[in-house]
């Protein structure tokens, strides 16, 4: 079966760094477009990434531009995102998503990421 399993969040502080992977199983990792989504405290659903299936188009939300750098290993069906300059604002559950062919049809269990000094 389908599954997305993120590592590597943690607390961190202000202006610190931190890489998340997704760690993906039961499918074709390399057919598929795949994103970052965020969920702070209290909020909603945050878009923060996405990728193209071979790794290159990489989107960002303006606020992340420049922050947060979304690469892809298709030999190791792994998903990165490279977070640096980490802002208070940044704390939240990371959820990596598989893009199907008309919405996010798969969704790992999160990584909770702290932003705190």
């Known amino acids: 079966q389908v599954q997305l399993v993120e590592s590597g969040g943690g607390l961190v502080q202000p202006g610190g760094s931190l890489r998340l992977s997704c760690a993906a199983s039961g499918f074709s990792f390399s057919s598929y477009s795949m994103s970052w989504v965020r969920q702070a405290p209290g909020k909603g659903l945050e878009w923060v990434s996405d990728?193209?299936?071979?790794?290159?188009?990489?989107w960002y939300p303006d606020s992340m531009k420049g922050r947060f750098t979304i690469s892809r290993d298709n030999a190791k069906n792994t998903l990165y995102l490279q977070m640096n300059s980490l802002e208070p604002e940044d704390t939240a559950v990371y959820y990596c998503?598989?893009?199907?062919?008309?919405?996010?049809?798969?969704w790992g269990q999160g990584t909770q990421v702290t932003v705190s000094s």
């Open positions: 998503a598989r893009l199907g062919d008309y919405e996010y049809d798969y």
């Open positions: 990728i193209s299936s071979s790794g290159g188009r990489p």
